[in-house]
């Protein structure tokens, strides 16, 4: 074959993949949501004289022809191995894999976002604590990272310093409740932030009894959803991870318990299947990110109440609580602004729980 | 740093971060997968005819896309200088006046760049030294002015010179000016280096699959390697916990980022241009080989270097002058070439830094450093290193912070747990950003097509074609992607 003829060959061999390529940018048809990355893709931006005038489309388009380019999960799949296998990267898109387990790196410590979280809490004490007989406490959840990290030659925050942080600033007004010896990365999910709900009872022993509870003694039947789990790290790690089994705890007189959607005002079950089927399983537990939700438990030890502020991680360990409390309340004051809680609810007598992942104590700006 | 001065460098991130995410780049998918393919599908189709034309406006639509406004700016500029190129030809054998077009050309191309580029830091340091407070411009800056007015001065310069005749074509001269390939990031192609390229080129199947090569290799150099040093970059300035390990980890890959982005950005834009049968001058010719920091500045942005030569330095005279006015004209040139990079004090340094190295070399160093191969590495790798990290930094406060902290100054462990953490995730890059600075990538890739024979016909574009797809993932999962050089 002559020279000139090879390299026809070569260039048309390219050509054709890259037309391919374009071809699909151009034309495969475009998906609204993003399964793997739990968000909406961006949309097509508006073209308009003003909107390309000041370069409004242009931009638009660099975000919506990267959401939008063919076989993208499958990109970023891509991209993930050969970071990690070629390149070596220790971890991908800030998540890495270590003892089987996703972990993000949650590093460094950000202290005005702690200091943040802090000023709210005591927002809330001195609007509605103060003079209303309720003990306060506060407890911090690790990320896995915190079991991990360290011992695998990766970072992490501080926590000690979180920890002391928080002390300070709630200092007279909330007792610190320490989880750490509670928990280990077994408590964790492989593929998700969230911590597994079989796994907490060592957690729930401790907030209980360090909240003034007798030792808790319910029995638990553990539940296996049929399918698997693949948590929010598969999506955003891009790494082509084995799923987790998800379980849920059951327990006698259950079915006698009531909950209530705070949003809403109807009753709602304590594990909701059709979302445990949905693109976020955790989301089953006590319907998922509510603003605000009570649970009345006939069977408790004591007719007390409790109020948690939480983030998602106290809709798996509420359930669990609820031994020890005729009613407890579940509070999100990154959905409820905490300027109406009073209207919502009543704190005479209650122990109140500030309930905080260190994911959210050092992002802490979504609390209001 | 003055407050004057901080305005500007404080203006400079800002301007240069507005221009990043709305100007298109080649290592973006609305270039590769949008703006590409129907280039080169309608230039194809009547490039015998019209091919001037198709690539005029594609470059004009390709620079709207990132100054949809200031695209009348360039169009401005490239009509003076048509205009004037013809004037100065007309009048070539009126020698005053055919000089004066010329020099009103050369006033107009610098006035128009001083007012967008230099506006404001000469009335923050006016501001600065008479203790007034004039309200600065707050000029956005043009994409790519730095270039399309440095190739306008060199044309009317060269047209003036009889080194080359006019273009009487104004699509011709407009699409070597406007250029896509070339507009935004260089080279600096000189009008002489495409005059008969712009009516005569020849597109063949093997150009075109050399510039393919030199494209996509160019995008893989940007993509795999600049972009993730980059990050490392941004890693290392916003970290709290600093060591002296952890600064000469950010000086590396600095180094390296810096290096990889524009090289890689100037292999795209020699390879676009191969593919629509123009050959641009070379920009780089591997610069961290070099031996001296004279052979370094013939091989580091070498159409930069070499304008400044010719169209500053030889007519100051160069060396052929007296010692103390040679030293004068090697100042004024870097000082020139440092101002040029950016307006602020930080890049007149970085161009004096040089300066005073390759005086130091013609006068002193040359022979010495010529004896031993391995110091005269070091040393180059040395001074280059302490140069861009200055060149990186937002101000002279940073620079004397990092440099300092690179030997030890600040009180800073010599080792951190964080330090060592992006030492392992980022080794490897560094480790490819090295051996690939140097010739033995190509080389080894020399040696394996002889030995592949007839099969290297379809081993490398399918190898092409897969880096291509490699390159398209790491956009697909996050197309912000923005090139350094385009803010001069």
């Given amino acids: ?368 | 740093m003055s407050a004057g001065q901080r305005v500007v460098s404080d203006l400079l991130i800002q301007k240069v971060s507005q221009k990043e995410e709305s100007a298109m780049l080649f290592s973006g998918i609305p270039f590769l997968f949008y703006f590409l393919p129907a280039v080169v599908l309608v230039y194809s189709a009547v490039a015998s005819r019209h091919g001037n034309l198709v690539l005029l406006i594609s470059s004009l639509i390709f620079y709207a896309w990132g100054e949809p406004v200031y695209v009348l700016l360039m169009l401005g500029m490239v009509i003076t200088g048509y205009i004037f190129g013809l004037l100065i030809e007309r009048s070539s054998g009126h020698p005053k006046l055919s000089r004066l077009y010329m020099v009103i050309s050369v006033i107009i191309s610098l006035a128009v760049l001083g007012y967008f580029k230099y506006a404001d830091f000469f009335i923050a340091n006016f501001n600065a030294a008479t203790g007034l407070s004039l309200p600065l411009l707050r000029i956005a800056l043009p994409i790519g002015i730095s270039f399309y007015t440095f190739q306008i001065i060199s044309y009317t310069a060269d047209v003036y010179r009889g080194n080359v005749s006019a273009q009487k074509s104004f699509v011709d001269f407009a699409a070597y000016v406007t250029f896509f390939p070339q507009l935004i990031a260089g080279p600096v192609v000189r009008y002489s280096d495409i005059e008969k390229q712009l009516t005569g080129r020849e597109q063949t199947a093997e150009k075109i699959l050399t510039g393919i090569r030199r494209f996509i290799i160019g995008l893989a150099k940007k993509i795999l390697i600049a972009n993730q040093l980059g990050e490392l970059c941004g890693i290392f300035r916003a970290s709290g916990e600093k060591s002296i390990l952890f600064f000469w980890l950010y000086a590396a890959a600095c180094v390296l980022n810096i290096y990889f982005d524009f090289s890689g950005y100037s292999d795209m834009a020699i390879g676009l241009g191969r593919i629509f049968g123009f050959e641009f001058p070379e920009n780089f010719n591997y610069p961290y080989t070099s031996g001296s920091i004279t052979e370094f500045w013939r091989r580091w942005h070498i159409s930069l270097g070499s304008w400044f030569r010719d169209y500053v330095y030889i007519p100051l005279g160069g060396n052929r002058v007296g010692k103390l006015r040679h030293i004068f004209n090697i100042a004024v040139v870097w000082m020139l070439t440092g101002l040029w990079h950016g307006a602020s004090w930080i890049f007149v340094i970085w161009g004096l830094y040089f300066a005073v190295l390759l005086i130091f070399e013609k006068y002193f160093m040359l022979k010495i450093l010529n004896k031993s191969k391995v110091l005269n590495h070091i040393y180059v790798l040395f001074f280059i290193t302490v140069s861009f990290v200055l060149f990186d930094s937002a101000d002279l406060s940073m620079a004397a912070s990092y440099i300092g902290g690179m030997f030890g100054a600040g009180g800073y462990p010599a080792v951190s747990d964080e330090a060592l953490y992006y030492l392992r995730s980022y080794g490897v890059t560094i480790l490819i950003g090295i051996i690939g600075s140097t010739p033995l990538i190509k080389r080894a890739g020399i040696w394996l097509s002889r030995k592949l024979g007839s099969a290297v016909y379809i081993i490398e574009p399918v190898l092409l074609c897969a880096l291509l797809l490699i390159c398209s993932a790491y956009l697909a999962d996050g197309s912000y992607n923005p090139f350094l050089y385009f803010r001069f």
């Fill in chain 1, 1 to 368: 074959m002559k020279n000139w003829d090879k390299n026809r060959l070569a260039v048309n061999v390219i050509a054709i993949f890259f037309f391919l390529l374009t071809l699909a940018c151009w034309f495969l048809p475009k998906k609204a949501f993003s399964d793997s990355e739990r968000r909406e893709l961006a949309k097509l931006p508006e073209i308009s004289p003003s909107n390309i005038a000041d370069g409004g489309f242009m931009t638009g388009f660099e975000t919506y022809s990267a959401d939008h380019f063919p076989f993208r999960d499958d990109m970023r799949t891509l991209k993930a191995l050969f970071n990690r296998y070629i390149f070596r990267r220790a971890d991908s898109s800030g998540i890495y894999i270590t003892d089987g387990y996703a972990v993000k790196t949650v590093y460094p410590l950000d202290p005005d976002s702690v200091n943040y979280a802090a000023k709210r809490f005591r927002y809330v004490y001195d609007r509605y604590l103060e003079n209303s007989g309720c003990n306060v406490y506060f407890a911090v959840i690790p990320d896995n990272g915190y079991y991990l990290a360290e011992k695998n030659g990766y970072l992490t925050l501080d926590y000690g310093e979180l920890v002391k942080l928080l002390k300070e600033k709630t200092a007279g007004f909330a007792l610190h409740i320490d989880l750490t010896s509670s928990l280990d990365e077994t408590c964790y999910y492989r593929t998700d932030t969230h911590w597994r709900q079989e796994k907490l009872r060592d957690a729930a022993y401790t907030l209980l009894t360090r909240m003034g509870n007798k030792a808790p003694e319910r029995g638990y039947k553990t539940n296996t959803l049929d399918y698997p789990f693949r948590g929010v790290y598969c999506g955003q790690s891009a790494l082509p991870l084995k799923p987790d089994t998800l379980c849920y705890l059951t327990w006698e007189g259950m079915e006698d318990c009531t909950v209530i959607n705070g949003e809403t005002g109807k009753a709602m079950p304590f594990y909701d299947m059709e979302k445990a089927a949905g693109k976020d399983p955790y989301m089953m537990f006590l319907g998922g990110s509510l603003s605000l939700l009570t649970i009345e438990n006939p069977h408790a030890a004591e007719n007390k109440h409790l109020i948690i502020f939480r983030d998602s991680f106290g809709s798996s360990i509420a359930p669990l609580l609820t031994e020890s409390y005729g009613k407890v309340t579940l509070a999100d004051i990154r959905y409820l602004n905490p300027e109406y809680l009073g209207g919502f609810v009543d704190f005479e007598n209650a122990d109140v729980l500030f309930l905080y992942s260190t994911l959210i104590l050092n992002e802490s700006s979504a609390i209001k």
